[in-house]
């Protein structure tokens, strides 16, 4: 069986072995093509970087030459280690390993940066080539958008008419600045058409892009003022609905356990409340509606914290009340037990006894009278109490233990019960019979 084991272990080394020169070889033929695929890129990039020059201008493939530098650096680390690799003496296996797996990861480098160059090239490229049809869709664009204008204005007056000026902050302006970014982009596609016919191709695509992007924020504005008078409206829809809610919560409320968090979240409602102006009176809707919906969902949540503490004050108030009556239950049943066998009863028995009663004496301190009325919200409070009463019944236990073992102790020894005699005498008549 022993040397079954050996040679089922031999077996098994040898088939991780050949596993894991196989996977090193794939590894550096991968290393090999990947060094060859990178290097045909770079071809391939040097060619797209004289093409997007006679199109785009030296200063457009400024990138492309800086990243083309960089990627040339590490593709001559990677063929430095691809020839240590074939040298006679490379190095031990795991070496030639970690080579080859830089040498993958650095082509892989290589060609993704100089896919993200060309690619952005491109794109620019494909803008240039179309720059008159941009040009013309710019220009149609600006006539729509300068339609629009007027009747941004008139909404504008319309809202301020019926909003308070807090409200209108966000759209007030926007009809203005979108007038002005029309004509800005006006003045860009010119510009960018001018550039385009002196066959300043870089520079028109610049300019085109800016008349495009302030073509699309000028949009955006005069959208923004025509989407705000359908928000003002269901604003003002959802706060009337939502005071009349938030009246009902207060009303319900008064109903719920009483605690300071509640009543102070009850005035911050009551006041987000008397803030609505009365009917007539320009308003912020949306500013309304923040503050009773956070002032509502407040006071919910600590309606529910106070229902749980109330919940769950009960159940440990009596847990507090049943470990005193315990305590009290067990120190009067040792009490009676040792009270009826006086003289049985050893020194140990009645010293548990006295430290339990002691031990009561300061619970009750604890308690502030002999009631042991429990009132308290403290957690530390009815932790330690649960303590303290567990310890008089503990000692009144022991006691109660105790004496039994002496009373049973007295009674294998013959001794009458009942008979009179001082404490310790059970241990005199054990020394008496032996």
């Given at each position: 069986m022993a040397g079954f084991r050996v040679r089922c272990l031999r077996v098994g080394r040898t088939r991780g072995a050949s596993e894991l020169a196989v996977r090193d070889a794939d590894l550096a033929k991968r290393a090999g093509s990947a060094l060859v695929a990178a290097d045909d890129r770079v071809r391939v990039a040097v060619d797209d970087l004289g093409f997007a020059e006679a199109e785009l201008g030296h200063d457009a493939t400024t990138?492309?030459?800086?990243?083309?530098?960089?990627?040339?650096?590490?593709?001559?680390?990677?063929?430095?280690?691809?020839?240590i690799n074939h040298d006679p003496m490379p190095g031990s296996v795991d070496e030639?390993?970690?080579?080859?797996?830089?040498?993958?990861?650095l082509c892989e480098w290589a060609e993704?940066?100089?896919?993200?160059?060309?690619?952005?090239?491109?794109?620019?490229?494909?803008?240039?080539?179309?720059?008159?049809?941009?040009?013309?869709?710019?220009?149609?664009?600006?006539?729509?958008?300068?339609?629009?204008?007027?009747?941004?204005?008139?909404?504008?007056?319309?809202?301020?008419?019926?909003?308070?000026?807090?409200?209108?902050?966000?759209v007030d302006g926007n009809p203005a600045e979108a007038d002005r970014l029309i004509g800005f982009a006006e003045h860009s596609v010119a510009v960018a058409e001018v550039r385009h016919a002196a066959g300043h191709r870089e520079q028109a695509s610049v300019?085109?892009?800016?008349?495009t992007a302030s073509v699309q924020?000028?949009?955006s504005l005069l959208d923004a003022v025509e989407t705000f008078e359908v928000e003002a409206l269901?604003?003002?829809?959802?706060?009337?609905?939502?005071?009349?809610?938030?009246?009902?919560?207060?009303?319900?409320?008064?109903?719920?356990?009483?605690?300071?968090?509640?009543?102070?979240?009850?005035?911050?409602?009551?006041?987000?409340?008397a803030a609505i102006p009365q009917a007539g009176v320009n308003t912020d809707p949306f500013a309304h509606l923040s503050r009773l919906r956070e002032a509502r969902a407040t006071l919910v949540a600590a309606i529910a914290a106070a229902r749980?503490?109330?919940?769950?004050?009960?159940?440990?108030?009596d847990h507090v009340h049943h470990a005193i009556r315990d305590a009290d239950r067990r120190l009067d049943v040792a009490r009676d037990a040792i009270a009826a066998h006086p003289g049985w009863i050893s020194a140990e028995a009645l010293t548990s006894l006295a430290e339990s009663e002691h031990a009561r004496i300061d619970l009750g301190h604890l308690l502030g009278g002999a009631e042991a009325v429990i009132?308290?919200?403290?957690?530390?409070?009815?932790?330690?109490?649960?303590?303290?009463?567990?310890?008089?019944?503990?000692?009144?236990?022991?006691?109660?233990?105790?004496?039994?073992?002496?009373?049973?102790?007295?009674?294998?020894h013959g001794r009458p019960l009942g008979s009179r005699g001082r404490v310790g005498s059970l241990a005199d008549e054990r020394s008496v019979a032996r």
């Amino acid at each position: 069986m022993a040397g079954f084991r050996v040679r089922c272990l031999r077996v098994g080394r040898t088939r991780g072995a050949s596993e894991l020169a196989v996977r090193d070889a794939d590894l550096a033929k991968r290393a090999g093509s990947a060094l060859v695929a990178a290097d045909d890129r770079v071809r391939v990039a040097v060619d797209d970087l004289g093409f997007a020059e006679a199109e785009l201008g030296h200063d457009a493939t400024t990138q492309l030459r800086e990243t083309l530098v960089e990627v040339r650096t590490h593709l001559n680390d990677a063929f430095r280690l691809h020839r240590i690799n074939h040298d006679p003496m490379p190095g031990s296996v795991d070496e030639v390993r970690a080579r080859n797996l830089r040498i993958v990861q650095l082509c892989e480098w290589a060609e993704d940066a100089l896919d993200r160059q060309t690619s952005a090239l491109a794109e620019r490229a494909r803008r240039v080539r179309r720059a008159p049809e941009v040009a013309a869709a710019v220009r149609a664009d600006l006539e729509r958008l300068r339609a629009r204008i007027p009747n941004a204005r008139d909404i504008v007056d319309r809202l301020a008419a019926r909003y308070a000026r807090e409200a209108l902050a966000r759209v007030d302006g926007n009809p203005a600045e979108a007038d002005r970014l029309i004509g800005f982009a006006e003045h860009s596609v010119a510009v960018a058409e001018v550039r385009h016919a002196a066959g300043h191709r870089e520079q028109a695509s610049v300019a085109l892009e800016a008349s495009t992007a302030s073509v699309q924020r000028a949009s955006s504005l005069l959208d923004a003022v025509e989407t705000f008078e359908v928000e003002a409206l269901r604003a003002e829809s959802m706060l009337v609905a939502l005071v009349e809610e938030c009246r009902r919560d207060l009303a319900a409320a008064l109903e719920e356990p009483r605690s300071r968090r509640v009543a102070d979240v009850v005035g911050e409602l009551q006041a987000a409340l008397a803030a609505i102006p009365q009917a007539g009176v320009n308003t912020d809707p949306f500013a309304h509606l923040s503050r009773l919906r956070e002032a509502r969902a407040t006071l919910v949540a600590a309606i529910a914290a106070a229902r749980e503490r109330a919940t769950d004050l009960i159940p440990l108030v009596d847990h507090v009340h049943h470990a005193i009556r315990d305590a009290d239950r067990r120190l009067d049943v040792a009490r009676d037990a040792i009270a009826a066998h006086p003289g049985w009863i050893s020194a140990e028995a009645l010293t548990s006894l006295a430290e339990s009663e002691h031990a009561r004496i300061d619970l009750g301190h604890l308690l502030g009278g002999a009631e042991a009325v429990i009132t308290t919200t403290d957690q530390d409070h009815r932790e330690q109490v649960i303590a303290m009463a567990g310890r008089v019944a503990s000692l009144a236990s022991e006691s109660l233990r105790r004496a039994r073992n002496d009373i049973e102790a007295s009674r294998r020894h013959g001794r009458p019960l009942g008979s009179r005699g001082r404490v310790g005498s059970l241990a005199d008549e054990r020394s008496v019979a032996r």
